[in-house]
């Protein structure tokens, strides 16, 4: 098992820049994720990385965003620069001991992402 606990949420104006992270707890996972939903809207795969640091994107943030791990802090982050209004949402970090592109069964309890244009 795993616990996640997010942080580093807030507000910033568009094309600005904001870094969260999830501390994980417990078992080291097979592969992290950051899916994020705003109001309205279904829930939507932002990144996700496995053990070795395979990393795959949104297309909606290639290029902007970039997820990371730091193994020896247990610690997941997530890199947004060149914000925009449509990246308001909040931001979940989800955990997996099967595949990434397998459902994920942890989930932290999510930081809020404002971005004001």
């Known amino acids: 098992q795993v616990q996640l606990v997010e942080s580093g949420g807030g507000s910033v104006q568009a094309g600005g820049s904001l870094r969260i992270s999830c501390a994980a707890y417990?078992?080291?996972?097979?592969?992290m994720a950051w899916f994020r939903q705003a109001p309205g809207k279904e829930r939507e795969r932002v990144a996700n990385?496995?053990?070795?640091?395979?990393?795959s994107y949104a297309d909606s943030v290639k290029g902007r965003f970039a997820i990371s791990q730091d193994n020896a802090k247990n610690t997941l982050y997530l890199q947004m620069n060149s914000l925009e209004p449509e990246d308001t949402a909040m931001y979940y970090c989800?955990?997996?001991?099967?595949?990434?592109?397998?459902?994920?069964?942890?989930w932290g309890q999510g930081t809020q992402v404002t971005v004001s244009s």
């Open positions: 989800a955990a997996t001991f099967g595949s990434c592109w397998g459902d994920f069964g942890y």
């Open positions: 990385i496995d053990r070795v640091g395979s990393t």
């Open positions: 417990g078992y080291r996972p097979a592969c």
